[in-house]
């Protein structure tokens, strides 16, 4: 939805990051990674595309810099299963949502979690 404040977690360059961004202008998403080098991709893509409700920030997901209820939605895909404390993470990512925010939580195996529960995301899925 336009306006929305959104986080993508382990966003890598930026390529979904970006659509999202596109989808919620003139609201404001922040992608983090812990790769420098991914975030400077993104950060050019976003330069060269226009997209400038963007940013690309050096953030560790279960440490998120973030205060308490801060963005409307929080996005991972293909992040949790590869971290050594993924609960840690995902209680970071729950921790920095707003009451009532949605998460998306994908897995490179193609199974997903969304919560609040949905049955047309479960269609999907």
């Not at 993508?8 to 659509?19: Q, R, V």
């Not at 995902?90 to 949905?118: D, Q």
């Amino acid at each position: 939805e336009s306006g929305l404040r959104v986080l993508d977690a382990g966003c890598g360059p930026g390529s979904i990051t970006l659509g999202i961004a596109r989808l919620v202008a003139p609201g404001a998403v922040i992608g983090i990674d812990l790769d420098d080098d991914a975030l400077s991709v993104g950060r050019l893509n976003a330069a060269t595309e226009g997209v400038n409700n963007l940013t690309f920030e050096h953030a560790d997901a279960t440490a998120l810099p973030f205060p308490d209820a801060s963005f409307d939605r929080v996005f991972v895909s293909s992040l949790l299963e590869h971290l050594p404390d993924a609960a840690k993470a995902a209680g970071e990512l729950f921790r920095v949502l707003k009451p009532g925010g949605i998460a998306g939580i994908g897995a490179t195996a193609g199974t997903g979690y969304v919560y609040p529960p949905s049955p047309e995301i479960d269609e999907i899925l």
